[in-house]
């Protein structure tokens, strides 16, 4: 059975950083893309950021382009968001997500699996 387990969240002060890793279990994904993914109260799931299979291609929305890196480590199953800079407007649930090929993705549709998410929230 295939669990995502999303970690690192918490409430931190605009301007603090926090450190997100995500643990996939039930298989090896070393052969897909991987992708975090954000959901603030009230508004649509929206994509934060996407990293190719070997690492070698990464994308992010505009809204955290700059401030926060995605990276995995394949031998321990692993994807990480780093987050500094933090604003109010990045306080939601994230959620990381194992895309359905090699190539990188900005749409849920792209993913296959999903974890239950971690809290992330940012006070002014």
């Known amino acids: 059975q295939v669990q995502l387990v999303e970690s690192g969240g918490g409430s931190v002060q605009a301007g603090g950083s926090l450190r997100l890793s995500c643990a996939a279990s039930?298989?090896?994904?070393?052969?897909?893309?991987m992708g975090w993914f954000r959901q603030a109260p009230g508004k649509e799931r929206e994509f934060v950021a996407t990293?190719?299979?070997?690492?070698?291609?990464?994308y992010y929305a505009d809204s955290v382009k700059g401030r926060f890196t995605i990276s995995r480590d394949n031998a321990k199953n692993t994807v990480y968001l780093q987050m500094n800079s933090l604003k109010p407007e990045d306080t939601a649930v994230y959620h990381c997500?194992?895309?359905?090929?090699?190539?990188?993705?900005?749409?849920?549709?792209?993913?296959?699996?999903w974890g239950q998410g971690t809290q992330v929230t940012v006070s002014s």
């Open positions: 990293i190719s299979w070997g690492g070698g291609t990464l």
């Open positions: 997500a194992v895309g359905r090929s090699r190539i990188i993705g900005t749409a849920p549709y792209d993913y296959d699996y």
């Open positions: 039930g298989r090896t994904f070393s052969t897909n893309a």
